[in-house]
Nanobody, 126 residues
Framework: QVRLVESGGGLVQAGGSLRLSCAASGRTTSSSVLGWVRQSPRKEREFVAAVTWSAGVTYYADSMKGRFIISRDSTKNTVYLQMNSLKSEDTAVYFC???????????????????WGQGTQVTVSS
């Protein structure tokens, strides 16, 4: 079992930055992958980025490259999502999720993830 708790969401103006945190506890083994997935109203969940727990290898959705940075601090059992140059279309609930899948392509699919946090709201005002 893996427990994930997100924090750091809030209201920010377009062009601003936010850093989300995801505190992980439980069975966060070296084989796990932590990802960020977001969901806007009336839209399906959208993959943002993922990072391997052991080596810190990162993977991004093409549309997120350049503005978003995922990282992890294994000493704090925490994964971060640094979001820069935010746009109104980035408004969404951001979820932290965990999987043991080793398929990089699978990380882009929400159904790949076995454990989810409760989500944190990010609102970008234009």
């Amino acid at each position: 079992q893996v427990r994930l708790v997100e924090s750091g969401g809030g209201l920010v103006q377009a062009g601003g930055s936010l850093r989300l945190s995801c505190a992980a506890s439980g069975r966060t083994t070296s084989s796990s992958v932590l990802g960020w997935v977001r969901q806007s109203p009336r839209k399906e969940r959208e993959f943002v980025a993922a990072v391997t727990w052991s080596a810190g290898v990162t993977y991004y959705a093409d549309s997120m490259k350049g503005r978003f940075i995922i990282s992890r601090d294994s000493t704090k059992n925490t994964v971060y999502l640094q979001m820069n140059s935010l746009k109104s279309e980035d408004t969404a609930v951001y979820f932290c999720a965990a999987t043991y899948s080793t398929s990089v392509i699978a990380w882009e699919r929400s159904e790949t993830y076995d454990y989810w946090g409760q989500g944190t709201q990010v609102t970008v005002s234009s």
